[in-house]
């Protein structure tokens, strides 16, 4: 399964993803969590209104049907079907939850942050799920190549 | 993309000059501009003074979030700008504003833009790291106390 977050990363894990599944013969599913948790807590913190975070639920779900639909197509082109599944809530629980009802073998997501931070905050949604996957990780770096690799594939 | 990779020197300013509302979000969207991050300056800083008319961004204890999305910025970005001695940004408890965080995204960059500002969000809740920041002497400060360098 490849997490899709709407960057540029996730788009290259996606390609890495569709040469993998199709090298060893693998299912591939793409999963786009609509991070509610995050909304909530901008409302929360007084950052969003409320008709703010109805606008912007709005803008994640169209985003979720557009960047699933672009792996859908990165899959097709490639003679592989990518079965998409969107869901919502707490990005890291979602995708940890999701592992464990389909039992998934492995995780791809695109590169995390090259920038430690002394402070656990500072970290993004990717590298929450990463350390709390219950499967390996695979974590897809080289966009270029990644992108040769992708294009190079009959 | 973490909160971290958005931030570099150029786009911290320590202290900020201005001394009211409007001065402080053309300031920090100066910022941008100079650093490249910016197309149009004036239709981002329309898309700006149009959220803050819904409500002001300025939060309690001294911290104001301004952000907007739009297409006139190249990408997902952050301007941090600090007045030790504070600014009226019309904030929801009436005391000055000392810490600023404008963000602005494309439209397309919800995900990402949601994520950078809930990070934000959280570190707001910590005292400590607010003073820490508000103490900072300059960019480079800022930028250290939220990397491990």
């Given at each position: 399964m490849v997490y899709i977050d709407g960057t540029e990363q996730s788009i290259t894990a996606a390609q890495y993803a569709v040469c993998l599944a199709r090298y060893l013969d693998a299912g591939l599913s793409a999963l786009y969590v609509v991070n509610t948790k995050a909304l909530e807590d901008l409302v929360?913190?007084?950052?969003?209104?409320r008709e703010e975070e109805e606008e912007y639920e709005k803008d994640l779900k169209e985003d979720a049907r557009r960047y699933l639909?672009?792996?859908?197509?990165?899959?097709?082109?490639?003679?592989?079907?990518?079965?998409?599944?969107?869901?919502?809530?707490?990005?890291?629980?979602?995708?940890?939850?999701?592992?464990?009802?389909?039992?998934?073998d492995l995780l791809v997501v695109g590169e995390i942050s090259k920038i430690r931070s002394r402070r656990d905050e500072f970290y993004d949604e990717t590298d929450r799920?990463?350390?709390?996957?219950p499967c390996s990780v695979l974590i897809v770096k080289?966009?270029?190549?990644?992108?040769?690799l992708y294009e190079s594939l009959e | 993309m973490a909160l971290v990779d958005l931030i570099s020197?150029?786009?911290?300013?320590?202290?900020?000059?201005?001394?009211?509302?409007?001065?402080?979000?053309?300031?920090?969207?100066?910022?941008?501009?100079?650093?490249?991050?910016?197309?149009?300056?004036?239709?981002?800083?329309?898309?700006?003074?149009?959220r803050e008319e819904l409500g002001s961004t300025g939060l309690e204890e001294g911290i104001a979030v301004p952000h907007a999305k739009t297409d006139a910025v190249k990408s997902l970005t952050i301007a941090i700008g600090i007045s030790p001695q504070g600014i009226d940004f019309h904030s929801l408890d009436g005391k000055p504003s000392q810490?600023?965080?404008?963000?602005?995204?494309?439209?397309?960059?919800?995900?990402?833009?949601?994520?950078?500002?809930?990070?934000?969000?959280?570190?707001?809740?910590?005292?400590?790291?607010?003073?820490?920041?508000?103490?900072?002497?300059?960019?480079?400060?800022?930028?250290?106390?939220?990397?491990?360098?």
């Open positions: 929360r913190a007084r950052i969003f209104l639909n672009h792996v859908k197509e990165l899959g097709q082109k490639k003679g592989l079907t990518v079965e998409v599944k969107s869901s919502m809530g707490n990005v890291r629980q979602e995708i940890v939850k999701i592992i464990k009802e389909d039992e998934i799920a990463m350390r709390s996957s080289d966009e270029d190549r990644v992108w040769e | 020197e150029e786009v911290v300013k320590v202290p900020l000059s201005s001394t009211d509302k409007p001065g402080v979000l053309r300031e920090l969207l100066q910022i941008l501009k100079d650093a490249g991050m910016v197309d149009d300056y004036d239709r981002v800083l329309e898309a700006i003074y149009k810490l600023f965080f404008l963000m602005l995204a494309l439209p397309n960059q919800s995900g990402p833009h949601i994520e950078a500002l809930a990070e934000i969000a959280k570190l707001s809740k910590s005292r400590a790291f607010c003073n820490a920041l508000i103490n900072a002497k300059s960019a480079k400060e800022v930028v250290a106390l939220f990397r491990e360098d």
